[in-house]
């Protein structure tokens, strides 16, 4: 089968990864190669009902189910997006992928080692996940300075937690980026992590 390539940005709120992977696709766009960038939670039906849970708090819904609603979001967009793009050779940059469910539903008490091997059976593996981490306490700031409220998803010891989850996940992958130097410092780190994945110099 014609693969292209999945490259996949992780981290807490405000960790920069949204950043790094608008950089790189800059990147591979001047380098001419076919790329493609995705965000979960997506703007499809799923991820719609997410945003608004995002938004409004999660009165109302249990864990089971906030944990459904992502995955749910994960398989549309699998099918629809994500196996399509790397059926067609391109690069694939996704903004969160699966990691962020084991990370964030993890946090509320999920196993988030089952929740990681739970979507590897439906969604195809990463060929590079660059997992960015910073102190809660940065991100927390960054979150407030760009938006006027906080969302249910971004306190503070919640996002310890999903952090320290994060740092849990091992496999030959994966690669840690601190995000705490100057935006240049860590793009370059991004660059030098994937490198070895393209043929050009990137
Ligand atoms: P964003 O700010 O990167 O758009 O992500 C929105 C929020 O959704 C963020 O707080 C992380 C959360 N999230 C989960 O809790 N589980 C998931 O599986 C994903 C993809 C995101």
């Given at each position: 089968?014609?693969?292209?390539?999945?490259?996949?940005?992780?981290?807490?709120?405000?960790?920069?990864?949204?950043?790094?992977?608008?950089?790189?696709?800059?990147?591979l766009n001047k380098?001419?190669?076919?790329?493609?960038?995705?965000?979960?939670?997506?703007?499809?039906?799923?991820?719609?009902?997410?945003?608004?849970l995002l938004e409004?708090?999660?009165?109302?819904?249990?864990?089971?189910?906030?944990?459904?609603?992502?995955?749910?979001?994960?398989?549309?967009?699998?099918?629809?997006?994500?196996?399509?793009?790397?059926?067609?050779?391109?690069?694939?940059?996704?903004?969160?992928?699966?990691?962020?469910?084991?990370?964030?539903?993890?946090?509320?008490?999920?196993?988030?080692?089952?929740?990681?091997?739970?979507?590897?059976?439906?969604?195809?593996?990463?060929?590079?996940?660059?997992?960015?981490h910073n102190s809660?306490?940065?991100?927390?700031?960054?979150?407030?300075?760009?938006?006027?409220?906080?969302?249910?998803?971004?306190?503070?010891?919640?996002?310890?937690?999903?952090?320290?989850?994060?740092?849990?996940?091992?496999?030959?992958?994966?690669?840690?980026?601190?995000?705490?130097?100057?935006?240049?410092?860590?793009?370059?780190?991004?660059?030098?992590?994937?490198?070895?994945?393209?043929?050009?110099?990137?």
């Amino acid at each position: 089968m014609n693969r292209g390539l999945l490259i996949v940005f992780e981290g807490i709120d405000g960790s920069g990864k949204s950043t790094q992977c608008r950089r790189l696709a800059e990147l591979l766009n001047k380098k001419g190669i076919a790329n493609i960038s995705f965000a979960e939670p997506t703007r499809g039906k799923w991820g719609m009902k997410i945003r608004q849970l995002l938004e409004k708090g999660r009165n109302g819904i249990s864990p089971d189910e906030e944990l459904e609603w992502f995955m749910n979001d994960r398989k549309e967009d699998v099918e629809q997006n994500i196996k399509p793009a790397l059926k067609a050779g391109k690069v694939v940059l996704m903004d969160r992928y699966y990691f962020s469910t084991a990370a964030y539903q993890g946090a509320l008490g999920f196993d988030p080692h089952k929740i990681r091997a739970d979507n590897e059976k439906f969604a195809p593996i990463p060929d590079r996940v660059l997992v960015f981490h910073n102190s809660p306490e940065i991100s927390l700031e960054r979150i407030e300075s760009s938006r006027e409220e906080k969302s249910a998803f971004e306190k503070r010891d919640y996002l310890i937690a999903v952090q320290n989850i994060f740092k849990s996940f091992s496999g030959p992958n994966i690669r840690y980026i601190s995000s705490d130097p100057s935006l240049e410092i860590v793009y370059e780190q991004v660059v030098c992590e994937v490198q070895d994945l393209f043929e050009v110099k990137l």
